[in-house]
């Protein structure tokens, strides 16, 4: 070999990731019509530009629900952003949502827990007896959805939230009182682009979902408004209609709304079907904490079954412990203090505690307090007003 400077291009050094996947979502709609081999039905299809439904073989005249969906989710979240399309042939809710029998346990576990939340969706115009103001399925499905997202987050270690479809909406007056429920999963949105819909738009909240980090409200005035040019209530346009807002918000739904002195419409807030005071009554809180709770599982799964130094009491040596708990703290804050997505104090969104008197050789477990700093947010603000008269 002649005489020769070599150069090696090292790999790896930059510290990129994978694509965020905060926002991926799974868009479920029920009562989908396969079509031939290219779309079939209880498989997922990851979409990433409307475009992409020409190849599944899917328009308006064969899944019409589909594509209105999927035009509101890109009109909302820029094109290039990942939504996984499951069509389901199945109409109601709470038999698909159902953890023990129905279809989205093994859909969960075959996407690796990826998924970070649902958006439940129907393509059927079947008449319904309407009670409580709301399609009856909706309301019995709250406590499946639930159960479901439990499951992820207990055994699939990928926790995930739900968001159902306000089907057949009627009455806000008759609708149950979400903030009455215990369902910190599960939210229920209502409201849609056409008038007298027994739909809800929500290919525009799951666009507004994957567009924002965990801790965004997706109510955020400052982000500007919703995509749709028309949004109702019912057979009320939401410009006339805020008083069944109002409504609607107490009680804990999801909806759009209007504001004075703006154009377009916003989302009312991010209230999940759970009463006000739990930790998790908001979509930012229920977000912000699933995504930690990931962070710190993937971090301490790299101790699982590793040996541990320790002392003669079977405690753990404080060297490792120290390193444990510095290995959470540091993974939480790189990837979401240093984004913004938690509050810092002394330049740390976390804190990881492990109790040192533990004895790890008698139980073989070690057990931490992980705890993350939220964000506030002003739902309320109030300016007084008058007429200054004096110094003061």
């Not at 089907?167 to 008038?195: E, K, M």
């Not at 965990?214 to 209609?241: H, K, T, W, Y």
């Not at 984004?339 to 073989?364: H, M, R, W």
Request: aromatic share 6%.
């Amino acid at each position: 070999m002649l005489p020769r400077v070599r150069i090696n291009y090292l790999n790896g050094l930059l510290g990129t990731v994978p694509e965020n996947q905060d926002g991926l979502l799974g868009l479920v709609v029920l009562g989908a019509t396969a079509v031939s081999t290219t779309f079939v039905l209880g498989k997922t299809y990851r979409l990433v530009r409307p475009d992409d439904l020409e190849a599944l073989g899917i328009n308006t005249t064969n899944n019409a629900r589909i594509v209105e969906l999927v035009k509101q989710f890109y009109a909302e979240a820029e094109e290039g952003t990942p939504v996984y399309l499951i069509g389901i042939e199945a109409t109601a809710m709470t038999t698909v949502l159902d953890v023990d029998n129905g279809p989205m346990k093994a859909i969960l576990q075959s996407l690796r827990g990826a998924l970070r939340g649902l958006i439940v969706a129907s393509a059927s115009t079947a008449s319904v007896t309407v009670t409580d103001g709301l399609d009856p399925d909706v309301l019995t499905a709250m406590p499946k959805a639930q159960a479901l997202a439990t499951w992820a987050a207990d055994s699939l270690y990928a926790p995930i939230f739900v968001i159902l479809e306000g089907r057949h909406f009627s009455s806000a007056a008759d609708a149950p009182d979400l903030t009455a429920l215990a369902y910190n999963r599960v939210g229920v949105f209502i409201g849609d682009v056409v008038t007298a819909s027994i739909n809800a738009a929500v290919g525009t909240l799951a666009g507004r979902i994957a567009s924002a980090p965990v801790q965004r409200n997706i109510g955020r005035v400052a982000s500007g408004p919703l995509a749709p040019v028309e949004m109702f209530i019912g057979s009320a346009s939401v410009d006339e209609a805020m008083s069944v807002v109002d409504a609607l918000y107490a009680k804990g739904y999801i909806t759009p709304r209007i504001y004075v002195g703006l154009t377009g419409y916003y989302m009312v807030d991010d209230h999940l079907a759970v009463a006000g005071t739990d930790d998790y009554a908001h979509l930012t809180a229920r977000r912000t904490v699933d995504k930690a709770a990931r962070i710190a599982y993937l971090t301490m799964l790299q101790s699982l079954l590793d040996e541990i130094e320790l002392n003669t009491d079977g405690t753990m040596q404080q060297p490792v412990l120290k390193s444990w708990q510095a290995a959470v703290v540091d993974a939480i804050n790189n990837q979401m203090t240093a984004a913004g997505e938690l509050s810092v104090v002394d330049g740390s969104g976390c804190k990881f505690y492990i109790d040192p008197a533990q004895n790890v050789l008698a139980t073989s477990r070690v057990e931490g307090t992980l705890k993350v700093r939220p964000f506030g947010y002003g739902r309320e603000i109030v300016v007084n007003i008058g007429f200054l008269t004096t110094k003061n």
